[in-house]
């Protein structure tokens, strides 16, 4: 368990949360944004005290109980519960770190999916394999150093050297989306030293600091369209579809193009010299 990332993630949303949120009414001037500390104590059914000792990471570690009614009491959604119960090591049982290989049946989805470019990404956002329609809509994968297929890396660190058309128009949030990836990465896994190194490197950027500090947890749309201009084809618009999977802690991330549309017709051309999926121990 980790008292003090719990008490900082308390303590953040807190300050975020406004007492007209909670349907509470205005009461005096306010020292500090968001809830008091008396406020969230009560709403959660807790003495004042102890929730105190939570936000200063002192005192006895909280129950599931405890948390869940905290986490109600600050109006978390349940990407935020989440987080906060794998925080408090209550989540359930978990390796010590990120299954990094592919498992068999999402080998033979890459391969049944020849008219969409998928990529499989791990816990920690590398990329642990793709297919071939990936590789000529992102550039040579295989070819990339083992960090350099991080996600997070290739975002915050590497943007201004990246190839055009690893570069995608999304949202505006996407930074946001990948540092609480990166978080509850580290909710998870707390001791694997390979998502330590990767938040040690990615402090160096200003952007996922200031991310990092403020404790918010993006969750990006259901259906979401990314932009990309290609070096060969020109302009795609594509269809982003992101399939869990639980049991590994993986995601398989396929783009895909409108029926009939010009993206589509630019793609299949795409997909003309596309290779065999590919595993990342199967890489040179």
Known sequence: MNLEEVAAFLRARREQVKPRDLGLRPSGRRRTPGLRREEVAELAGISTEYYAQLEQARGRHPSREVLTSVAEALGMDRHERTVLLELAGLAASLPPSPIRTPGPGVMHLLARLPDAAVTVQDAKLDIIAWNGLATALLGDIAGLQPDRRNLARRYFLERPGEPPHFRFEADGQYGAYLMARVRRAFARYPDDPEINRLIRELKRSDEFRELWESHLLYTPPRHLVKRTEHDEVGPLELDCLVIEIPEDDQ??????????????????????????????????
Request: glycine share 2%; aromatic share 0%.
């Open 251 to 284: 995601q398989v991330v396929m783009l895909t193009p409108e029926p009939g549309s010009v993206s589509a017709e630019r793609l299949a051309r795409l997909a003309l010299n596309a290779h065999p999926p590919v595993r990342v121990q199967d890489a040179p």
